[in-house]
């Protein structure tokens, strides 16, 4: 029986993209992390970004763009959950990207479990940023 690819093109190329994906993780979940407001968490209505851009084509690639970059992190995140990485961090940084319904309640159970908000601290710690605000119950 011929396999019709070869493995170890395969498993090269499996290697090289969990580098990049790893290297990418390093550096944007602090980027994401460090440029959110210290009170994310406890704002009672959120400030739609959609609504103050003038320019309606604009919002929407942006919006795509946003989405699609939340969704590869979500995944990666749940990957990272059963491999080396920061897989909650990961995980937090895509759903933070991402719009859905139900997102904030999902973001603020996510920042109440142990260790999840004192390592989003860290990272802030790290880029001279102060600590969130703990959430709203």
């Not at 790893?22 to 209505?45: E, H, K, M």
């Not at 990961?90 to 999902?106: C, D, E, S, V």
């Not at 390592?119 to 880029?127: A, E, I, Q, T």
Request: net charge positive; aromatic share 10%.
């Amino acid at each position: 029986m011929e396999i019709p690819f070869d493995i170890q093109q395969l498993m090269l190329w499996s290697g090289v993209a969990s580098a990049v994906a790893l290297v990418a993780t390093l550096i944007g979940v602090p980027w994401v992390i460090a440029r959110l407001p210290n009170d994310y968490f406890c704002q009672s209505r959120r400030e739609v970004w959609r609504e103050s851009n003038g320019e309606p084509l604009f919002a929407l690639v942006l919006g795509v763009l946003k989405n699609l970059l939340g969704s590869v992190l979500v995944l990666l995140g749940v990957v990272m959950l059963f491999t080396p990485g920061q897989g909650v961090l990961t995980l937090l940084a895509g759903l933070l990207l991402m719009n859905f319904p139900g997102k904030y309640r999902l973001e603020c159970w996510l920042v109440r479990r142990p260790g999840v908000m004192r390592g989003l601290n860290w990272l802030r710690d790290r880029h001279g940023q102060p600590p969130f605000e703990a959430p709203m119950l």
